[in-house]
């Protein structure tokens, strides 16, 4: 337990090293060594962490290791909240659970071999030791954001896989288009954070600190508080809920604020493949079940996360069908699973929803990595419809591409069927409408998963004769990631196997321990009741759809049909094509509303700036400064200097009219000094006779 | 009738106010350097005339340094006058008048 | 006989006082200097017997000798010599004469209002100092000459060092350079 907080200070020691200490410094190959080297002792350190966390029995049983670094903000006692409660003070503490165990795990694990993976995609790439800084700074914030024991701590790992996703978004800087993307992220991100912070100052209110224990326990003891209506015309419970679950949908791209993820291509495929694939769009999930307590006591909210995720995944499945790029395909791809997660957790089934978050972390991980190896050997095509008959060309990639559309699409005995079983059987009983919707895009996915696979790796080349000349297999250091997470595709189901008939191997539920399989009230009894059948009916259900969903993928696309096959298709629905192929236009929407309102907003403040604030005060002040100047210079110049002209022209007249004393007449002078003399002597002759 | 000390001096002050008009009147140079002479001749009869008035014999010396006076004077002058003269080529008292200001 | 005796004195007191005037007034008035000099002689010559009326012999001499026969030559040489024009009609006063000549006149007037109130008491006390040296009758002259070498030495010797300068200061400015 000593070293827990190895795990995220080892990839951010890495990052400082390599991207502060030995800037430019080092080569290449220090530099990945650096990279890789932290990662994996962060993944050594966890394995050795959990290993004796689980030796010591703790899994399953709620015990909580927990490691208090230092006190961050020592606020205890300095006020009390409006609700009466009086603040803690606010450490940097991490904490070991099952949830967060699980989650380091997959963090660290799929890290690590990405990590490995990105040292042969990037090789040769200027910015480099830039891209590995970044993403061993993404993994620091990641770990801080699993490992935090309380919400302060999460919150800081939320906001920095935030900044790391706007800094490897907008990886080639050089180019248009990728800093916009990584704007968009960033943006769109802090709008659900917004709300999130909204939902944190009210808990901090209502209990005086942030910490998981303080605010659970105090929820547990007494749930009733927590009804009280507060905000929204909702309990307080039900307000904090919606707050935090906005976070999630801005951070995990729910409806309406998955806009970002398609975009966030643009960033360098392992990016996609880590960030945003296996482990930052996660993060939502990850509060979401991390809170189970909370949203236990706020079913309406509960209801709302199940409805916006099954819709997500029904929509993104849709518009993944269109797509072209096969990158966006597993964008959309994501955007959909994701909303598989929420609609688990809307149902209560937090532990299932955890499930899928792993076994999708390791296919969707492979499949982005395969890309990128399809991508590197096309020599950074990523159009389908250029592609075509890759798989003799490409064996490796081909075969463990072909496992993680297995997986995905829920073939047993892949991990993907295990996870996505789970999630159906838990909303079956809960919300019937919704179960029926998750099944059909369950066929959707492996409808466009298969459309993908077929369109880049059967039929005939569709590419130019220099790609042809270039398209070769990856180097070892990336084709061995791939079969190390196409392992993990297989295996990872096999950790949550369905009760059947008595048999409890659920080891994952174990693991995460009781409260994370919260079922309605009645539905739990329903389902006992219902027994081995109705699970084995919906079973056998959901693999049908996958195989039908495969099935129709043959026969559009596969063979040699390749592209020819989707365009007939799409001939046949042109507006459906067209309204998929777009989008649904939502971000022509959102650009037509939110940014230009935005920048109506923003030039309307201009204006007022420049005109009032500006105008009036600034302008206003140099033009009463002038005035006041123009009125002191004719003040000074009439007035002041006319008392002084006027000295001058009295001195003038006078003179003038002393001057004719002295007219240069010898005469006139003789007369004056007469005249002088004369009365000289009559004033002595005055006195002398008085 | 008895000539007085007053005749005399009303005939000293007729001739002192003739000379005096006659300085501060004429245009002449020489003209009034005359005129101050017949001041001279007025102030000396004056003189004469208190001398006799008084017994003492201070009056009649003192006319006497009074010629004295008047006739360095009168050299003086007549010295500047044909400074002048060379100068101007007249004698127009009116036309000298270098002094204003 | 007796009318002459008895008004004699003051019919030559008139006469000469009206022969002085006139050449006063000829003096300023007449627009020839040379005229001018001419009634300034008859002038010197009616003032020289008025010094005789007054027992001042030696100075009526003095008179004569400096006054007529030194200065006026001097200016007669002068007008002479320098050739000066007498000034046309019109130039003959100064600019403003007419308020100098009110100026005169009034300075005149005062003068001689102050005058009339003079008192004296008859006739001079003793004109016999005039004539005496020591208590002896010795005439006007050597009374003169007595007072004026024993009494007033320093202003003699003063006068003809100022005869002196005035010498030289008159041939430096006439002189010609």
Not at chain 1, 139 to 145: D, E, F, K, Q, W
Not at chain 1, 278 to 297: E, N, P
Not at chain 1, 525 to 538: F, P, R, S, T, Y
Not at chain 2, 24 to 40: A, H
């Amino acid at each position: 337990m000593r070293w827990l907080w190895v795990i995220p200070a080892a990839p951010l020691a890495g990052a400082v090293l390599n991207g502060v200490i030995l800037r430019r410094r080092i080569g290449h190959r220090a530099v990945s060594a650096v990279a890789t080297g932290s990662v994996l002792v962060s993944l050594l350190a966890g394995l050795g962490v959990i290993g004796s966390y689980l030796a010591g029995g703790g899994a399953g049983r709620g015990v909580v290791w927990t490691q208090t670094l230092w006190d961050w903000l020592p606020a205890g006692g300095l006020w009390t909240t409006h609700l009466g409660k009086r603040l803690v003070d606010f450490k940097l503490a991490f904490q070991l659970d099952g949830l967060s165990a699980v989650m380091v795990f997959i963090v660290t694990f799929v890290g690590f071999w990405i990590h490995v993976y990105s040292v042969g995609y990037m090789h040769g790439e200027t910015g480099y030791q830039r891209y590995f800084t970044y993403l061993n700074l993404f993994m620091g914030a990641m770990l801080l954001l699993v490992l935090g024991n309380n919400f302060l701590v999460l919150f800081v790992g939320w906001e920095g896989v935030g900044l790391c996703s706007y800094l490897l978004i907008g990886f080639y800087y050089d180019q248009p288009f990728p800093p916009q993307a990584g704007r968009k992220a960033f943006i769109v991100n802090r709008i659900g954070d917004f709300a999130f912070l909204v939902g944190l100052f009210a808990l901090v209110s209502r209990f005086g600190s942030l910490d998981f224990s303080t605010v659970f326990s105090a929820i547990a003891a007494d749930p009733a508080a927590v009804h009280q209506p507060y905000a929204l015309g909702l309990s307080f419970a039900g307000f904090v809920a919606l707050c935090l679950f906005l976070g999630a949908v801005g951070k995990s791209a729910q409806i309406p604020l998955y806009v970002w993820l398609p975009d966030a291509m643009a960033g360098p495929t392992p990016v996609s493949a880590l960030i945003h694939a296996a482990t930052m769009v996660t993060a939502g999930v990850y509060m979401v079940a991390r809170s189970h307590v909370l949203y236990d006591q706020a079913p309406e909210i509960l209801a709302v996360v199940a409805v916006i995720g099954t819709a997500t995944a029904l929509l993104a499945a849709t518009i993944g069908l269109a797509q072209t790029d096969i990158k966006k395909v597993l964008a959309y791809s994501t955007v959909s699973q994701l909303g598989y997660m929420f609609l688990a957790a809307g149902c209560g089934a937090y532990g299932a929803a955890i499930f899928h978050l792993g076994t999708h972390a390791f296919f969707k991980a492979l499949l982005f990595l395969g890309s990128g190896s399809v991508i590197h050997a096309m020599g950074g095509e990523q159009d389908m419809r250029k592609m075509g008959g890759l798989r003799a060309r490409l064996p490796v990639t081909y075969w463990t591409f072909l496992i993680a559309t297995l997986a995905i699409s829920g073939i047993p005995p892949l991990a993907g069927f295990f996870s996505k079983d789970q999630i159906l059987s838990s909303a079956f009983p809960a919300h019937k409408v919704l179960w029926g919707v998750g099944l059909a895009t369950a066929g959707l996915t492996a409808l466009y998963m298969f459309r993908a696979v077929y369109l880049t790796f059967h039929g005939t080349f569709r590419g130019t004769e220099e790609q042809a000349a270039h398209v070769h297999e990856s180097p070892a250091v990336m084709t061995v990631p791939l079969v190390v997470l196409a392992i993990g595709a297989v295996a990872a189901g096999w950790v949550g196997l369905p009760k059947l008939g008595g048999w409890d191997w659920n080891l994952i539920e174990r693991w995460l321990g009781p409260g994370y399989r919260h079922v309605a009230k009645g539905a739990a009894h329903a389902a006992e009741h219902a027994g081995v059948g109705l699970e084995a009916g919906l079973m056998g259900l959901s693999v049908a759809v996958a195989l039908a969903g495969v099935a129709i993928a043959w026969r559009v696309y596969g063979g040699t049909r390749g592209v020819e096959g989707g365009a007939a298709w799409a001939h046949r629905f042109p507006r459906l094509h067209r309204m998929l192929e777009n989008k649904y236009w939502v971000d022509e929407a959102y650009d037509a509303t939110v940014v230009r309102g935005t920048w109506g907003l923003a030039r309307l403040c201009r204006g007022f700036d420049g005109r009032v604030i500006d105008g009036l005060g600034v302008h206003g002040a140099r033009n009463l400064t002038l005035l006041a100047s123009y009125v002191s210079g004719f003040f000074d110049k009439y007035v002041v200097d006319g008392l002084v002209n006027l000295i001058g022209v009295v001195l003038q007249a006078l003179s003038r009219l002393f001057r004719r004393l002295q007219g240069g007449l010898v005469s006139q002078y003789a007369l004056v000094m007469v005249v002088g003399v004369f009365m000289l002597a009559f004033f002595c002759v005055l006195l002398l006779t008085q | 009738m008895v000539i007085t000390t007053t005749h005399f001096l009303i005939l000293s002050l007729t001739l002192f106010v003739i000379g005096l008009a006659g300085v501060v009147l004429r245009r002449n140079l020489i003209t009034v350097l005359m005129s101050i002479e017949l001041m001279m001749n007025a102030v000396n009869l004056n003189f004469i005339a208190f001398s006799w008035q008084f017994s003492d014999l201070a009056g009649q010396i003192f006319a006497i340094f009074t010629i004295t006076v008047a006739a360095g004077e009168a050299a003086v002058g007549l010295g500047l006058l044909v400074a002048l003269y060379r100068l101007r080529g007249s004698v127009n008292l009116d036309a000298a008048t270098e002094l204003e200001g | 006989m007796n009318f002459l005796l008895a008004h004699g004195p003051a019919i030559l007191f008139y006469l000469l006082a009206v022969v002085a005037v006139v050449g006063g007034l000829g003096v300023v008035t007449l627009r020839n200097p040379m005229y001018g000099a001419v009634a300034l002689l008859t002038t010197f010559l009616a003032v020289a017997a008025l010094f005789i009326l007054r027992h001042a012999e030696f100075l009526a001499a003095v008179q004569i000798f400096v006054y007529g026969g030194g200065i006026l030559v001097l200016f007669l040489f002068v007008i002479m010599l320098m050739n000066l024009q007498r000034l046309p009609q019109e130039e003959r006063y100064v600019e403003g004469a007419p308020f100098a000549l009110a100026v005169v006149v009034l300075l005149g007037v005062m003068l001689g209002v102050l005058l009339a109130a003079a008192r004296f008491l008859g006739a001079g006390s003793n004109p016999a100092a005039l004539t005496s040296v020591e208590g002896q009758v010795a005439g006007n002259t050597e009374a003169v000459a007595v007072s004026l070498y024993r009494n007033y030495l320093l202003p003699f010797e003063i006068a003809s060092i100022f005869l002196l300068v005035a010498m030289i200061g008159a041939v430096v400015l006439a002189r010609r350079d």
